[in-house]
């Protein structure tokens, strides 16, 4: 019989050997068990949501600061479609700026309205209300915000680490989001 010790190591040492071989998480196939993530938490969700819209508005400011969001909490597709929407918004601050205007900062709060879980599916309907600052060549800093409100369904997907963000998108069919779409 070998000794307890000698089992654990090499348990560990396997363990440890087969953790390198593992590809990314990712969703949960579809046959299994719902009963592998447990159903979210309203308060999980939703900083999701504010931190991955704030994140979005920031690629509009001057000086963007770097994205909060980390990727466990993201599908791929999620990612690769925000990574498509960046040139699109550089390209529109661009255009802005080259008319002498540009954003400063903002604030951004959300509303949860509802909370669907489905399986290993989620959507949370909610309102982002939104201020910015914006800034002139001729003027400089405005103390004036401008604002906006937008509803808005953020989808996740169940992976083995959790739930992540697969989309945002608006909630009225063909309506805009503001500053880039990020929806798969």
Same mark, same amino acid.
């Given at each position: 019989?070998?000794?307890?010790?000698t089992? =654990?190591?090499?348990? @560990?040492l396997?363990?440890?050997?087969? $953790?390198?071989?593992?590809?990314?998480a990712?969703? +949960? &196939? #579809?046959?299994?068990?719902?009963?592998?993530?447990?159903s979210?938490?309203?308060s999980?969700?939703?900083?999701?949501?504010?931190?991955?819209?704030?994140?979005?508005n920031?690629?509009?400011?001057?000086?963007?600061? =770097?994205p909060?969001? @980390?990727?466990?909490?993201?599908?791929? $597709?999620?990612?690769?479609?925000r990574?498509?929407? +960046? &040139? #699109?918004?550089?390209r529109?601050?661009?255009?802005?700026?080259?008319?002498?205007?540009?954003?400063?900062?903002?604030?951004?709060?959300?509303?949860?309205?509802?909370?669907?879980?489905?399986?290993?599916?989620?959507?949370?309907?909610?309102?982002?209300?939104?201020e910015?600052?914006? $800034?002139?060549?001729?003027?400089?800093?405005?103390?004036? &915000?401008?604002?906006?409100?937008?509803?808005?369904?953020?989808?996740?997907?169940?992976?083995?680490?959790?739930?992540?963000?697969?989309?945002?998108?608006?909630?009225?069919?063909?309506?805009?989001?503001?500053?880039?779409?990020?929806?798969?």
């Amino acid at each position: 019989m070998k000794h307890p010790r000698t089992v =654990a190591a090499v348990a @560990v040492l396997f363990g440890l050997a087969l $953790a390198g071989c593992q590809t990314a998480a990712g969703p +949960l &196939p #579809v046959d299994s068990s719902t009963t592998a993530v447990p159903s979210p938490s309203s308060s999980e969700l939703l900083a999701i949501i504010q931190t991955a819209v704030e994140d979005r508005n920031a690629t509009v400011l001057d000086n963007p600061p =770097a994205p909060r969001l @980390v990727e466990g909490e993201t599908t791929a $597709a999620y990612r690769a479609k925000r990574a498509r929407d +960046l &040139p #699109v918004v550089a390209r529109s601050k661009a255009g802005f700026k080259s008319k002498g205007f540009w954003y400063t900062d903002f604030s951004t709060k959300i509303m949860v309205e509802s909370v669907e879980v489905g399986g290993s599916t989620a959507s949370v309907h909610f309102k982002e209300l939104t201020e910015e600052h914006q $800034a002139s060549a001729a003027n400089g800093p405005s103390n004036v &915000p401008s604002g906006y409100s937008v509803s808005q369904t953020a989808m996740f997907l169940a992976s083995v680490d959790g739930w992540q963000l697969d989309s945002i998108a608006p909630s009225t069919p063909g309506g805009l989001l503001p500053m880039s779409i990020v929806k798969g």
